[in-house]
């Protein structure tokens, strides 16, 4: 799967499914989110994929999941991860596009209700140079926008007053994993997916 990435051929349904496993592997595996795995085992995120390398398409594709996303109830549908293996690759390239993000959630009168997360693979938290253990956290196998909904992201900060906890917990785990096991872990996800995708009916984009 690691050679799909780097040539950016990869299909939805490649795209779809390492970013499930790498979900239950290191997000929820890791318990980097906490409220993850809820949302995951009742089946309420909703997988997206942008197949354009053009970021105008990627803005009118995120502007009709926010769209559908707001309009869904979130029984349903909790949350949606927008993923876009072939646009913005390059990581300053998509930290400039999420300010055209927040514009569209405002433009579409969605602000207070929906909000865009950010994950790629080269993530790196302002402050940090590229290859420190801790930008891991947000670094998903493809570029990828996270639409979440404000009441969820409310309930989250009842359930857990102190978001800061979850992100010092986070550096705990990952400096204890450190790179060797971060890469080992990301291989283990890679193996699930091409499992997954090897064992899928025929016709299966």
């Known amino acids: 799967m690691a050679a799909l990435q780097a040539g950016g051929a990869v299909t939805p349904a490649q795209a779809i499914t390492e970013t499930r496993a790498w979900l239950e592997h290191a997000v929820i595996g890791l318990n980097l989110c906490p409220f993850a795995k809820a949302v995951h085992v009742r089946g309420q995120v909703r997988y997206a994929v942008c197949e354009s390398a053009d970021p105008e398409v990627l ?7 926010l769209q559908q996303l707001a309009a869904t109830d979130a029984a349903e549908v909790d949350t949606c991860l927008l993923i876009h293996p072939a646009a913005l690759t390059d990581f300053d390239d998509y930290n400039q596009f999420l300010d055209a993000a927040e514009a569209l959630v405002e433009e579409l009168g969605l602000d207070g209700v929906l909000q865009v997360a950010s994950f790629h693979p080269q993530y790196r938290f302002e402050g940090t140079e590229p290859g420190e253990i801790e930008n891991a956290t947000n670094q998903s196998p493809f570029p990828m926008l996270h639409l979440l909904r404000e009441e969820s992201i409310d309930r989250a900060v ?3 007053p102190e978001p800061e906890a979850i992100y010092e917990a986070n550096q705990r785990s990952l400096a204890a994993l450190g790179h060797e096991g971060w890469e080992a872990l990301r291989e283990r996800w890679q193996a699930d997916a091409r499992m997954a995708i090897a064992a899928a009916p025929p016709g299966r984009d």
């Not at 803005?59 to 999941?65: F, K, T, V």
Request: proline share 0%; aromatic share 10%.
């Open 59 to 65: 803005l009118q594709q995120l502007a009709d999941e």
């Open 158 to 160: 009842e359930a857990f």
